[in-house]
């Protein structure tokens, strides 16, 4: 039987809403900016982790949930990090309207804690891509002997930083870089995943549900990228075949589900096709939704069981919680799932950056390696 947690809700005004992450510097932690509400929810200190098909929740006021992209993690990178669904025992919410501290614990004097800038000298490890050249051949012949039709790669990059990072200075970057992506960042000892997703995979409010398909990329730097991106025959098949994949996983468990137009989704540095998809369901959770959508072939492939086959093989590097669920749940049980992109991982002066891009068989393997470089900006651009 589990003790029921009542918390207490204390005012609390903050310039920063990152200073209350900041009080928490050795702590497990989770910091979440939800764009479309204008919200931070940091949550800090473990009270335990749950289980939210027995444990009832009503008490809790967010849970912080997080899928490894596989089931299972096999290097020690990302051992025992993340595939929890976690509660903590202090949280901060702010957003337009107001802001407050809620704890089950004696409150902590939480200070407001001046953020400073920094610019992070890193360098970065050998280039890979003759990986790079070598994984695309894989897809090829994959593609050649009729497999699958789609492969989502992705490219780790190793860089080291002359000093010790600091989060908050990240965190901030991210945020005044990405207005429209969750900016989310989660701390367990001494390692750090962090990043600006624009993908929503789910999101549910009661009984409605929403998911993205965001595939298909042209860099802003291109000239009319995101009208030439619209009517772009890669792009466009690249982008379907999400869409009707999402589509097929709804119906399956869903009610109703409409799929809204595609259009364009600007973000600093490129414009990704988006398709919208609503669906009402009032049986299954957040948390299973993510599971039965997880990964679409935005970041897996279709088909999904011969994608994640090929990646397991091929990929050199492991996942862990690049392109995998995160999100916030709260005591209703609604919430948002986005998926770990634009994302790294940072453990001590090291830090890991993920990027991928969906591959069909007529993309061309420079193109994409440039693609993932576009991508990678939004991490390496706030450091
Ligand atoms: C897999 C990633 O992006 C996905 C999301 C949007 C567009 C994508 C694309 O055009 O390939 C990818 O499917 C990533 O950023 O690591």
Not at 187 to 195: P, T
Not at 293 to 307: D, V, Y
């Amino acid at each position: 039987m589990v003790e029921k947690m009542k918390y207490i809700k204390n005012d609390l005004i903050l310039k920063n809403p990152l200073s209350f992450w900041a009080n928490f510097p050795e702590s497990e932690r989770f910091f979440w900016f939800d764009p479309q509400k204008e919200e931070f929810v940091i949550g800090a200190e473990r009270l335990r982790a749950v289980d939210p098909d027995k444990d009832n929740l009503s008490d809790i006021p967010y849970l912080f949930h997080s899928q490894t992209f596989f089931d299972d993690v096999k290097g020690e990178r990302w051992k025992n990090f993340g595939g929890e669904t976690i509660a903590f025992k202090h949280y901060f919410v702010a957003n337009k309207k107001t802001s407050y501290y809620l704890t089950c614990d004696p409150p902590k004097n939480i200070s407001e804690i001046p953020l400073t800038k920094i610019k992070h000298q890193i360098s970065e490890k050998a280039s890979d891509f003759s990986d790079w050249e070598e994984l695309f051949q894989a897809i090829s012949q994959n593609f050649t002997d009729g497999k699958s039709k789609k492969i989502v790669a992705s490219r780790e990059l190793e860089f080291l930083s002359q000093s010790p990072f600091e989060l908050e200075s990240i965190l901030q970057n991210l945020l005044e870089n990405n207005p429209n992506a969750f900016i989310f960042a989660y701390q367990k000892e001494q390692r750090i995943f962090l990043g600006a997703s624009p993908e929503i995979l789910v999101q549910k409010n009661g009984n409605q549900l929403l998911s993205y398909a965001l595939a298909g990329t042209f860099p802003k730097t291109m000239e009319n990228a995101g009208e030439k991106l619209l009517t772009d025959p890669k792009n466009l098949l690249e982008h379907e075949i999400v869409v009707q994949k999402i589509k097929k996983n709804l119906l399956e468990k869903a009610e109703s589900v409409k799929v809204g137009q595609t259009g364009l989704m600007e973000l600093k540095n490129v414009y990704h096709l988006r398709t919208l998809l609503t669906a009402k369901s009032s049986k299954s959770s957040l948390i299973d939704w993510g599971k039965h959508l997880h990964p679409t072939p935005a970041l897996g492939g279709e088909p999904r069981h011969e994608a994640l086959t090929f990646l397991r093989k091929h990929e050199k590097h492991e996942r862990g919680l690049y392109a995998a669920p995160l999100g916030l749940i709260d005591n209703e049980g609604n919430g948002t799932l986005i998926v770990g992109i634009r994302s790294a991982l940072i453990n001590e002066q090291k830090l890991y950056a993920y990027a991928g891009c969906g591959i069909i068989p007529s993309s061309d393997a420079l193109e994409e390696f440039n693609e993932t470089k576009v991508k990678l900006k939004t991490i390496l651009e706030a450091l």
